[in-house]
């Protein structure tokens, strides 16, 4: 039996036809690849949560500087001996089970202090990030039964953040970097000197390190963030007082969640507002994975921040409040907080030419120029 002959494609058409085919797959995989092992992303989201994260645990220690020893101390009625018990018992290690001495203990608190500001600033990012790490953990473990999915939270990316690149922004580490790079380039002394064969693939295995390492903690931070919603979301849909919008009813008439009683008791007023914001908890919560990938994430995210402010305010949960709104900062890209940097340079550079316009009306402003003899 005869077959009909196949018919004459020009050559581009058959390597399009190929390109679209079997080996798109293999073409996209290699591209995923390549952007997780050639660059890191996110950094200016890495570094809103070291600036983040850095600030929120020195300003909770330093607000409860006065009961440090009743919470972590010597003086706590959950002793250092019985913090020990349970470490053995847990796996878990601190470094304020060392000792019992009481002068350990404030050299203990001075230091998570310094690790805290040193971390927001971003000096010695790589190794302060650990420092923070161990504090952190140590301060959780030895109050963890006063602990709540705030300090939870912290502790986690805290951890997190050790593999990520999150002093490249923003931060004393980039600043000495751009002063060396200049003082290289008014030198004429190129940044990178050439070396050897062996001195190259170092630093290009430390390059690929970096951003690999960064890229995975930052794709565990979003999907701690995106677990942490939708588990919370789910399990609200199980609840009966959820499904029926009086579960922000029972939350405002707890005593334990009434910093201010008088305010509480004037959002429960409006049952019509508060089934609103039960359904819309619940369906915030249980979509937010699903909207990461479009422009409908802004203003989710934006519904969530107002979420969290209201937490804060209205349960006193500060510290549960505060790590959510950075946990969020995360989803955000690079040319958000670079178009921000510009409206704030901009800001600044427009006051600043006000305040210079002012002066220059006032003849008593004058300054003297440096080549004029002043007094």
């Not at 050439?194 to 951003?211: M, V």
């Not at 009966?240 to 008439?253: D, E, F, I, M, R």
């Not at 409908?296 to 519904?303: D, E, G, N, Q």
């Not at 210079?356 to 002043?374: H, L, N, Y």
Request: some cysteine; glycine content about 10%; hydrophobic content about 50%.
């Amino acid at each position: 039996m005869e077959t009909e002959p196949a018919p004459v494609r020009h050559p581009r058409t058959a390597e399009r036809a190929g390109a679209g085919g079997p080996h798109r797959a293999p073409d996209r995989v290699h591209a995923a690849l390549g952007v997780l092992t050639e660059r890191p992303v996110s950094l200016y989201a890495a570094a809103v949560l070291r600036i983040g994260y850095g600030l929120l645990y020195l300003v909770f220690l330093l607000r409860e500087f006065p009961h440090r020893d009743e919470i972590w101390g010597p003086g706590s009625p959950w002793t250092p001996e019985l913090a020990r018990q349970l470490f053995d018992q847990t796996g878990w290690v601190g470094i304020l089970t060392l000792s019992d001495n009481r002068a350990y203990f404030e050299a203990c608190y001075a230091l998570a202090l310094a690790a805290s500001a040193l971390f927001a600033l971003g000096w010695r990012t790589r190794a302060v990030s650990v420092l923070f790490a161990v504090v952190v953990a140590s301060f959780h473990g030895r109050a963890i039964f006063m602990t709540d999915g705030g300090d939870n939270l912290i502790l986690l990316m805290a951890v997190y953040l050790v593999l990520t690149a999150c002093g490249r922004r923003w931060s004393l580490d980039a600043r000495r970097t751009r002063l060396r790079a200049g003082a290289d380039a008014e030198a004429r002394l190129p940044v990178d000197r050439p070396a050897g064969g062996l001195g190259q693939h170092l630093r290009a295995s430390r390059r690929t390190l970096t951003a690999v390492l960064h890229n995975c903690g930052m794709f565990v931070i979003a999907a701690q963030v995106c677990f942490l919603y939708g588990s919370a979301g789910l399990y609200k849909v199980q609840g009966g007082s959820w499904g029926n919008g009086t579960a922000l009813h029972y939350v405002l008439n707890l005593d334990l969640f009434r910093p201010w009683p008088e305010l509480s008791l004037m959002a429960d007023e409006h049952d019509l507002l508060i089934a609103l914001a039960c359904y819309l908890t619940v369906l915030l919560q249980v979509a937010f994975p699903f909207v990461l990938f479009g422009r409908l994430k802004y203003p989710v995210l934006t519904m969530l921040l107002g979420m969290h402010l209201g937490i804060g305010v209205l349960m006193g949960l500060p510290l549960f409040s505060g790590a959510m709104i950075i946990a969020d900062a995360v989803f955000l890209p690079d040319r958000f907080y670079l178009a921000l940097g510009r409206l704030w340079r901009r800001t600044v550079r427009g006051a600043g030419s006000g305040r210079t316009a002012d002066a220059s009306r006032t003849p008593r402003a004058r300054v003297p120029a440096q080549s004029e003899p002043v007094g």
